[in-house]
C-alpha cells in the first residue's frame, strides 16, 4: 500500500440459519464510501464473493471481516464473536475533529481512533466526543443513551460512523438522533453500546484510571 493510501472496511454478523446480517445496508454503505474515494466497487461481484465464503463457515456465528481496495479487490476473513456483555470503557482525553470526512467512513486510515486508544493504555475502546463538547460514538461502535424515556443516539453532524444496526433502529423508530453534550451521560438512566455485529451491549463509563 503506498503511502496516503487506504482500504474501505466493513464486518458483518454472519449466522448459519440467517446468513449475513444487514448485508444490504452493508453493501450500500460500501458503495457509498466507494464512490465517495473513488474506489472501484461492484456490489453484485461483492454479494456473490461474500456468498460463496459463506459456504466454507463453519456452523457458528462468525464476524466476517470484508476489505475492499481501491482497484476493486476484495478480501475476507472470518474471526471469532465478542460476547454482547457488558461494556467498560472511559472518556477519551481529547476531542476529535467533527469535520473529519475519515469518522463518517469506515476505512483502514484509523489515527484518530489509534491516538484515542494510545491515551487510555488500560482501555480496549474509548468513548469520543468532539471540538463542542459533544458525544459522538466508540472506537467500534455507536453509542445510544436512555434519557427521560427516549433512547438517542448522536446525530452523524456530531462526527461519528453512522452504523448500519445504528441505521435500521432510526428507521424503526426505536431510537432517534440528538446532540448529546457530555453532561447527559449524568442524568443518562441507561447506556448502550450498538453495532452490527454484537448488536444490543449494556455500556457503563469508567474514570479511566
Known sequence: MTPGEFELFEALLWEPAA????????????????????????????R???????????????????????DGSVFLEHVD??????????LACDPV??????????????????????????????LLWNERGELTETCAGNVVLELDGRRVTPRADSGLLP????????????????????KALERASRLFFVNSVRRWCPLAVTDGS
Not at 458503495?31 to 472501484?40: D, G, M, N, P, Y
Not at 461474500?50 to 466476517?64: I, M, Q, S, T, W
Request: contains cysteine; charged residues 30%; positive net charge.
Open 19 to 46: 446468513g449475513y446480517f444487514l448485508l444490504e445496508r452493508h453493501l450500500a454503505r460500501l458503495a457509498a464510501s466507494a464512490s465517495h474515494f473513488a474506489f472501484a466497487c461492484d456490489p453484485a461481484a461483492v
Open 48 to 70: 456473490a464473493r461474500l456468498a460463496l465464503f459463506a459456504e466454507g463457515l463453519p456452523g457458528e456465528p462468525r464476524k466476517v471481516r470484508l476489505e475492499l481496495s481501491r
Open 81 to 90: 464473536l465478542k460476547p454482547s456483555t457488558l461494556v467498560q470503557l472511559p
Open 97 to 126: 475533529d467533527s469535520r473529519d470526512e475519515f469518522l463518517r467512513h469506515k476505512t483502514s486510515r484509523r489515527a484518530v481512533y489509534d491516538a484515542a486508544l494510545r491515551a487510555r493504555p488500560g482501555a480496549s475502546d474509548v
Open 163 to 182: 452504523g448500519t444496526f445504528r441505521a435500521e433502529l432510526l428507521e424503526r423508530g426505536e431510537i432517534a438522533e440528538a446532540v448529546v453534550p457530555l
